[in-house]
C-alpha cells in the first residue's frame, strides 16, 4: 500500500505539494498515480505517472495547474498542486498500476486537502 501525506488546509489560489513513498521495487512500466475523492463524490482520477520514462497524463481538471513527479533516487512520487481552487478540497490518494485507465486493486491511506475560499 502507498501512504500519501502532505495534506493540510490552504487558501484558494495557494500550493501544496504531496508525496508518495514507492513501493522498494517499483517497475519501469508500472505506473504511479494519484486519485482524490471529494466529499459525497466518488473517486477520481488525477494524474498518472509511468515510472520509468516519466510520461504523465492528467485529468482536464487540473491540467495546467498540477504537476505529477518522480524521483527515483528517493523512490517517492509527488503533486505538486498550484492554484488550488475550492472544488479541489478531497482526500487524496496514491496508487499504483500497469495501465490507462488506471484501476488501482489496493489504497493506502489519503490525506486531506481543504482549500477554502
Known amino acids: 500500500q502507498l501512504q500519501a501525506s502532505g495534506g493540510g488546509m490552504v487558501q484558494a489560489g495557494g500550493s501544496l505539494r504531496l508525496s508518495c513513498a514507492a513501493p522498494g521495487r517499483t517497475y519501469s512500466s508500472a505506473i504511479l498515480g494519484w486519485f482524490r475523492q471529494p466529499p459525497g463524490k466518488e473517486r477520481e482520477f488525477v494524474a498518472g505517472?509511468?515510472?520509468?520514462?516519466?510520461?504523465?497524463v492528467y485529468a482536464d481538471s487540473v491540467k495546467g495547474r498540477f504537476i505529477i513527479s518522480r524521483d527515483k533516487a528517493e523512490n517517492t512520487v509527488y503533486l505538486q498542486m498550484n492554484g488550488l481552487k475550492p472544488e479541489d478540497t478531497a482526500v487524496y490518494y496514491c496508487?499504483?498500476?500497469?495501465?490507462?485507465?488506471?484501476?488501482?486493486?489496493?489504497w493506502g491511506q489519503g490525506t486531506q486537502v481543504t482549500v477554502s475560499s
Open positions: 505517472i509511468r515510472w520509468g520514462a516519466g510520461t504523465t
Open positions: 496508487a499504483a498500476d500497469v495501465a490507462y485507465p488506471m484501476r488501482p486493486k489496493n
